[in-house]
């Protein structure tokens, strides 16, 4: 069974930062990346940050100086360090893992940036 366990979500002010963590367990298929996307109220799902296999590395525009992505392989983990964290960061976050069949998504961490 397919286990995306995210962790590391909460309530912090503007300015501070919180380290999301997706511990990936069960999947069978080659993993091709793993990221996270985010969706804030009212808003569709957004990219955040992916890392690929071979560790390359795609940001979004609003997360480019303050986010950074990065992986464990030997724990099938995906980090994710924010940091100035603004109140627009404000939504749920979803751990992704792209594999050569089927994508997987976590169910969601919530994070809120308080002004």
């Known amino acids: 069974q397919v286990h995306l366990v995210e962790s590391g979500g909460g309530l912090v002010q503007a300015g501070g930062s919180l380290r999301l963590s997706c511990a990936v367990s069960g999947i069978i298929y080659s993993i091709e990346a793993m990221g996270w996307y985010r969706q804030a109220p009212g808003k569709q799902r957004e990219l955040v940050a992916t890392?690929?296999?071979?560790?390359?590395?795609n940001y979004a525009d609003s997360g480019k100086g303050r986010f950074t992505i990065s992986r464990d392989n030997a724990k099938n983990t995906v980090y994710l360090q924010m940091l100035y964290l603004k109140p627009e960061d404000t939504a749920v976050y979803y751990c992704y893992v792209r594999t050569v069949r089927p994508d997987y998504w976590g169910q969601g961490i919530q994070v809120t940036v308080s002004s």
């Open positions: 890392i690929s296999s071979g560790g390359s590395i």
